[in-house]
């Protein structure tokens, strides 16, 4: 008999002795412009998604999905599973003030007629460690390998390696400087002779205590890609490959202010400007796209409520977000505009 994947993983979580959590829920987003083509009909995107996380022998196993319907499509149109193994290894004299963290990572995705992609798989590693360097100095860095293959687009298919390297410094002030730098090079292993497409992305952050209960950060970036990767053949548009940071460079911010409530909640306010610049190797296969590429301004506007009415059980965490998101584009067929409502419950 056959067994469905997420049956299989609760009852491996289900049989181990040690700490286990579990974790679900469903949402309701009312506009799926984001997941689609331009022009292509806007509706409502319906998602279940959920995860378990065992600790044994020093070694912690987690698994998440997410699956979900798409309005104005018939069935299910996407759904991610993806399995994670973590050994946390401790630096210094009894742990010290320093932890490396090792995890090994698979992921699986597929996506019904809303995308022309099919689906992908992911495997790869992380290699992270944080140490603080004085009292109020904390370093982290990470190094991760990947690998991802396309279901039906084989030319997508690709090998990469990222570091991350991050500094905080928190100060007496309630103040928090944050200074991280990101590259990575990416290699289409499916395209013969193609250079190496490189990145490299520099943030800084600076958070702020405006009380007890109150704090905003504000954070700029900017982001740089030599030898943009070359995207698929066929002459179709789908924003998912396009959302990808090995596409285009950018520059843009963040401007976040967070307010708890007393005991039951929270209310967030974050606006995110960010323009990027899609160069000639990114558009060299669209015969309808400009061969000198194009420039895109998108913004995002989120008001964010989470709150937990005393009536309600303590495992149930509603969440409701309204949203504003465009993208103003030098190729009007690829501006569009959408704002929506997003529900959520969670339960843990």
Do not use: C
Not at 117 to 140: A, I, N, P, Q
Request: hydrophobic share 35%; glycine share 10%.
């Amino acid at each position: 008999m056959r067994i469905p994947l997420f049956t299989a993983i609760l009852l491996f979580f289900a049989a181990s002795s040690h700490s286990v959590e579990y974790g679900a829920g469903v949402s309701f987003d009312t506009s799926s412009n984001m997941l689609l083509r331009p022009g292509s009909p806007s509706g409502t995107v319906s998602s279940l998604f959920g995860g378990a996380s065992a600790s044994r022998s020093g070694f912690t196993f987690s698994y998440s999905m997410n699956v979900g319907t798409v309005q104005h499509y018939d069935g299910l149109q996407f759904h991610r599973h993806t399995l994670e193994l973590t050994r946390n290894l401790r630096a210094g004299r009894d742990g010290g003030d320093g932890q490396i963290t090792f995890t090994l990572l698979g992921s699986l995705a597929r996506y019904g007629e809303v995308s022309f992609l099919g689906g992908y798989t992911d495997l790869g590693g992380v290699l992270s460690g944080k140490k603080y360097l004085t009292e109020s100095t904390l370093f982290r860095w990470e190094g991760t390998v990947r690998s991802r293959s396309f279901r039906d687009i084989g030319i997508e298919n690709y090998r990469e390696a990222e570091a991350t390297l991050r500094l905080d410094r928190f100060m007496q002030t309630g103040t928090t400087l944050r200074i991280q730098v990101d590259g990575g090079v990416r290699d289409y292993r499916n395209i013969p002779s193609s250079p190496k497409t490189s990145l490299f992305d520099l943030t800084a952050r600076v958070a702020q205590s405006l009380g007890p209960q109150t704090g905003a950060w504000i954070e700029f970036h900017t982001r740089r890609v030599r030898n943009e990767a070359v995207p698929d053949t066929a002459s179709a548009y789908d924003r998912i490959l396009f959302d990808d940071d090995y596409k285009s460079s950018s520059f843009g911010g963040t401007f976040n202010v967070k307010h708890l409530l007393s005991e039951t909640g929270s209310v967030q306010f974050r606006t995110t400007v960010d323009k990027k610049r899609f160069g000639r190797n990114t558009v060299s296969s669209y015969w309808y796209l400009p061969q000198e590429g194009w420039d895109e301004l998108e913004q995002e506007y989120a008001v964010t409520l989470l709150y937990q009415p005393r009536f309600l059980p303590s495992f149930i965490h509603p969440s409701l977000e309204v949203y504003h998101f465009s993208v103003d584009s030098s190729l009007s067929d690829l501006s569009y505009r959408t704002t929506g409502l997003s529900f959520g419950i969670t339960l843990y």
